[in-house]
Nanobody, 115 residues
């Protein structure tokens, strides 16, 4: 069964850091561009960043310079390293292909930035 499993979220103070991980099925990982998405409380889900097979990246403006997306093709894993976290980064974070595939939405991992 094709799936993604996110981990690494938690409660962090403003200015802190977290690294999220996403383990993806091998049958999809080697083929597709991967992305991290997030859904803040009461808001729709949004794209945060993407990474291609060769490591080219894209970020939305609010996270540029603070977040870093990367992937380890040998481990079928994509990462999101988040620095200088702000309260507005509070959300459930998901990984998926880009464009997203409905069948690949997992449970996500909660990130809460609060003092």
């Amino acid at each position: 069964q094709v799936q993604t499993v996110e981990s690494g979220g938690g409660l962090v103070q403003p200015g802190g850091s977290l690294r999220l991980s996403c383990a993806a099925s091998g049958s999809i990982f080697s083929i597709y561009m991967m992305g991290w998405y997030r859904q803040p409380p009461g808001k729709p889900r949004e794209l945060v960043a993407t990474v291609t097979n060769d490591g080219s990246t894209y970020y939305i403006d609010p996270v540029k310079g603070r977040f870093t997306i990367s992937r380890d093709n040998a481990k079928n894993t994509v990462y999101l390293h988040m620095d200088s976290l702000k309260p507005e980064d509070t959300a459930v974070y998901y990984c998926n292909t880009y464009p997203a595939a409905i069948a690949l939405w997992g449970q996500g991992t909660q990130v809460t930035v609060s003092s």
